[in-house]
């Protein structure tokens, strides 16, 4: 549907200057007098000018077109058309915007001219019905026919929305229900395992004998790992049953710092090179490269030798790469696990339009991931 410009009040004045012009017109062109000519316009335009008034006089204005045809009957023998357009118009407004017993009667009042002005002129009570049906009945029925319409495309439109919004909560419990279903899982597997290995780290820590400290700083890499994964656990749980508080809030950039200090506790050397201005990045953008640096890290203590990784972040005005190395253990530059890590960077990546390089350097020792996003220029 094309949108109308004019307003309702507009649309109301037009519809009576168009009354008032075609009336007028029959009016002009009539063959009478001149003085009665004059009087018949002016008390045409009049009640074609009350067409542009408030619904709520509907009735009123019916009952006024529906009064000139009898006064020119009595006063001129109703030689004239005068408010037939009017007379038109009168009973659609009091079909579309009347309820009850003022609709019924402003019909009835149309009616009663229509039928006494045609017996009076000569016409058989057949031909009188005619009319009334003609300026009367069907004007009256088509406004009736338009308002319920529109009342019905408009509880339509409401049941619709409501539908869209049932469906919308629908959707919203199923997702919030799911989410539920992932934090009990999680709570109830891999926290009892986190926490039992940083449990029996602790122990088996505790009873080693004095002196053995390489192994007990392994052990307490172990205990310090196994905190971090339950603090993320936490965060993870907190999200998923929808807290939305700063303490849910999942580790970032500002986080990387502890990040790296268990990778060196663990006993790999780690480091962080930041070149370009360092800006600030969305939330859902810092999680995401702060993921997958942890990732970076993990595939490195995992598969790299003892001289440790290089994580660098490299802010340009238009984009952020993040660049990790390492050089690989015996056998490992290729392994199954490093591909499985390798996809889950390449998926975070994508979801921000990232793109992600990895591969060995031609030294054939030193591996190399390149993770690139794009950023709005600063």
């Known amino acids: 549907m094309y949108p109308i410009k004019l307003s309702l009040k507009s649309q109301s004045w037009l519809v009576a200057a168009t009354c008032m012009v075609a009336d007028g017109g029959f009016v002009l062109f009539s063959n009478c007098p001149p003085w009665q000519t004059a009087v018949v316009l002016a008390l045409t335009l009049a009640v074609n000018a009350m067409l542009a008034g408030p619904a709520k006089l509907s009735g009123w204005v019916a009952v006024a077109q529906a009064a000139v045809p009898l006064i020119l009957l009595v006063t001129m023998g109703g030689r004239i058309h005068a408010n037939e357009a009017g ?20 019909l009835g009042v149309l009616a009663a001219s229509g039928f006494t002005c045609s017996i009076v002129m000569g016409g058989d009570p057949v ?23 529109r009342a019905y495309l408009a509880e339509l439109e409401k049941r619709s929305a409501m539908e869209q919004a049932d469906a919308k909560a629908a959707v919203a419990k199923a997702v919030t229900e799911e ?16 926490s039992a290995i940083g449990l029996h780290a602790g122990a088996a820590r505790l009873g080693l004998p004095d002196g053995n400290t390489s192994l007990a700083t392994s052990l307490r890499s172990v205990e310090t790992s196994s905190r971090a994964a339950m603090v993320d656990l936490r965060h993870l749980l907190d999200l998923l049953h929808g807290d939305r508080s700063p303490g849910a809030r999942q580790p970032g950039l500002g986080e990387l710092d502890e990040l790296l200090g268990g990778v060196r506790a663990a006993g790999t050397p780690a480091r962080l090179e930041v070149r370009g201005r360092q800006r600030e990045l969305p939330e859902s953008l810092d999680i995401t490269v702060y993921r997958i640096i942890q990732e970076m890290l993990t595939n490195a203590l995992r ?12 802010y340009a005005p238009d984009s952020l790469t993040i660049t990790s190395s390492n050089l690989t253990g015996s056998g490992n530059g290729h392994s199954g696990s490093v591909r499985r890590g390798l996809v889950g960077i390449r998926n975070r990546a994508g979801m921000f339009a990232g793109t992600t390089r ?21």
């Open 87 to 106: 007379l038109l118009i009168a009973g659609y407004r009091a079909g579309a915007w009347l309820r009850g017993t003022p609709a019924y009667a402003s």
């Open 303 to 314: 598969h790299g030798d003892s001289s440790g990784v290089t994580v660098t972040l490299d």
């Open 358 to 378: 990895s591969g060995l350097d031609p030294d054939g020792r030193t591996w190399r991931t390149i993770v690139t996003f794009p950023l709005e220029d600063s």
């Open 179 to 194: 989410r539920s279903a992932i934090a009990r899982d999680l709570h109830d597997v891999i926290v009892h395992h986190v």
């Open 127 to 149: 031909r009188a019905l005619l009319v009334v049906a003609k300026i009367a009945v069907l004007p009256w029925l088509v406004g009736r026919y338009t308002t319920a319409r």
